[in-house]
Structures are given as C-alpha cells and as structure tokens.
C-alpha cells in the first residue's frame, strides 16, 4: 500500500513539471524571452540607404515643383511608402526585432517596381505612345537626379533586399487580388482629380494613359484594364517567387533553403 502523502507529493511533482514544460512547449512564453534577438546592422544599413535615395527624390521633387502636383503621383507615393515600410524595417533589424508583417513587405515591392517598370518601358520609351520624353532634354540636373534616384535606385534597391534580405513565406494567391485596390484607388484619385481640376497650361491628368482629354473616359477604362491585368500577374509572380527564393543564411549557417517546403512522404 503505497502512503496518501506520498502519491500526492509524486502528483504535484508532474503537474510542476507539465506546467513547466507547457509553458514553453505551447508558445505560453514569448518567443523573445527564450530566443535572444539577432542584430542585422549590415541589413539596417542597407535599408537605411534605400530609404534615403526614397526621401531624397522626394524632396528634390517637392522642392522645385509644385508640391499638390508632386504628392499626386504614382511615384511619389509608392516612394513615400518605400521611406515607411524600409525606415520601420531598418529599425527593427538594428534593434534585432520581428521584421514587418510579409504581405506588407510584398506589397510596398509591388508598387515601387510598378513604378520602375512603368516608367522604363511605357514613360521613358518614346515608341510606348504613352512617352513623357518631351523635354526631357530641358530638364534641370536636380530634376534628372530624382527621376533616377525614384524609378530606378528605390525600385531596384526594394527588389534586392525582399529577394536576399527577408525570409520567405507568409504570401497567398489571395494577396495578388487585394494589392491590387491600391492601383484601383489611386485610379479613381487620379480621375476625380482631372474632372475637378480646369483646364489649363498644367495637365490636368498625372499619366498621359490616364488622360481623359486624350482618350476619352472609355480608351482610360481600356488602358486600366491593361495595366490591371499587367499589375495582377507581377503581384502572383511574386507570391510564386516566395515560394521558391531562397532563405537568407545567417553566417556560419547551413546551406541556402527555399521558402517552398514539401510534405515528408507517407510511410
């Protein structure tokens, strides 16, 4: 016969050690004070830099232009979101915390290389019929300067740091769809901005395939379905990107892994 006492003892004894162990085992402790947080210095100051390239064009073009007109644009506000996203990333990595949430991180990459791409190939490019190269030659040195810092260093340098800098996984089919109501809302801007604004020496209209003194309300709605379609297979290329680019190594760490994980075979 074994003594009550003793069986009692033995009994508190496992519920001691089972809350222990569920406490840890169940996530019942934060995971920052059981891991310590990793610094990324070199990561912050690459982020840092990209945000400065960001806000430097910004106030170039804020400066010698009009600024109603300047903070209208594509650009403009898909850099401005750049100097956010990539300031609160830079931040976190220096501090060692949580980078920010990944369908966040994707989004900002999808507007800021809509922004590089359009601008190169349809903008840029007199045989687009879209160009805005028209005194392009007359432009001030500041001028060209935030033209390339805007559409060609920010996009190029999110796109660098998304692929080699931040982990994958966390995107779906589903987050293709809902980027998408920031170029649908920045349409209708656009839009009720030239439909109230008189006609005058300024363009009423910030991109010339969103002109409707040019193409009429119906050849717009044309050219947005366009450049939806377009906007819709770059954000899934990017989900599928996501899935297959590689986990960024820490020093000393095992071989590169992809963000595509396959299920362990049925035994």
Same mark, same amino acid.
């Given at each position: 016969?074994?003594?009550?006492?003793?069986?009692?003892?033995?009994?508190?004894?496992?519920?001691?050690? #089972?809350?222990?162990?569920?406490?840890?085992?169940?996530?019942?402790?934060?995971?920052?004070?059981?891991?310590?947080?990793?610094?990324?210095?070199?990561?912050?100051?690459?982020?840092?830099?990209?945000?400065?390239?960001?806000?430097?064009?910004?106030?170039?073009?804020?400066?010698?232009?009009?600024?109603? &007109?300047?903070?209208?644009? %594509?650009?403009?506000?898909?850099?401005?979101?750049?100097?956010?996203?990539?300031?609160?990333?830079?931040?976190?990595?220096?501090?060692? #915390?949580?980078?920010?949430?990944?369908?966040?991180?994707?989004?900002?990459?999808?507007?800021?290389?809509?922004?590089?791409?359009?601008?190169?190939?349809?903008?840029?490019?007199?045989?687009?019929?879209?160009?805005?190269?028209?005194?392009?030659?007359?432009?001030?040195?500041?001028?060209?300067?935030?033209?390339?810092?805007?559409?060609?260093?920010?996009?190029?340098?999110?796109?660098?740091?998304?692929?080699?800098?931040? &982990?994958?996984?966390?995107?779906?089919?589903?987050?293709?769809?809902?980027?998408?109501?920031?170029?649908?809302?920045?349409?209708?801007?656009?839009?009720?901005?030239?439909?109230?604004?008189?006609?005058?020496?300024?363009? #009423?209209?910030?991109?010339? %395939?969103?002109?409707?003194?040019?193409?009429?309300?119906?050849?717009?709605?044309?050219?947005?379905?366009?450049?939806?379609?377009? %906007?819709?297979?770059?954000?899934?290329?990017?989900?599928?990107?996501?899935?297959?680019?590689?986990?960024?190594?820490?020093?000393?760490?095992?071989?590169?892994?992809?963000?595509?994980?396959?299920?362990?075979?049925? #035994?």
């Amino acid at each position: 016969m074994i003594a009550p006492t003793s069986s009692r003892n033995k009994d508190r004894d496992r519920n001691r050690g #089972r809350g222990t162990s569920g406490a840890r085992g169940s996530g019942g402790v934060p995971a920052e004070a059981v891991v310590p947080p990793t610094r990324r210095p070199f990561v912050a100051a690459f982020r840092a830099l990209i945000v400065l390239a960001a806000v430097t064009g910004i106030v170039i073009d804020l400066v010698i232009g009009d600024p109603l &007109r300047v903070l209208s644009y %594509f650009t403009v506000q898909s850099n401005v979101l750049v100097a956010v996203v990539l300031g609160l990333s830079a931040w976190r990595s220096w501090k060692g #915390r949580p980078p920010p949430a990944p369908w966040l991180s994707a989004a900002t990459l999808l507007f800021i290389t809509i922004t590089g791409l359009v601008y190169h190939f349809v903008l840029a490019n007199e045989a687009s019929g879209f160009s805005m190269t028209e005194g392009a030659a007359a432009l001030s040195s500041w001028h060209s300067a935030s033209n390339q810092l805007l559409h060609t260093v920010t996009p190029v340098g999110v796109v660098l740091d998304w692929l080699l800098l931040t &982990r994958p996984g966390g995107l779906r089919p589903r987050h293709a769809a809902l980027w998408l109501l920031y170029p649908l809302a920045y349409l209708a801007f656009a839009l009720t901005r030239g439909a109230l604004l008189s006609p005058g020496p300024t363009a #009423r209209y910030p991109y010339p %395939f969103l002109d409707v003194d040019l193409h009429g309300y119906a050849g717009v709605l044309r050219n947005a379905v366009i450049f939806g379609l377009a %906007f819709y297979a770059l954000a899934l290329l990017i989900v599928g990107l996501d899935r297959v680019r590689p986990v960024p190594r820490a020093p000393g760490s095992g071989p590169p892994k992809t963000g595509f994980r396959l299920r362990p075979p049925v #035994r």
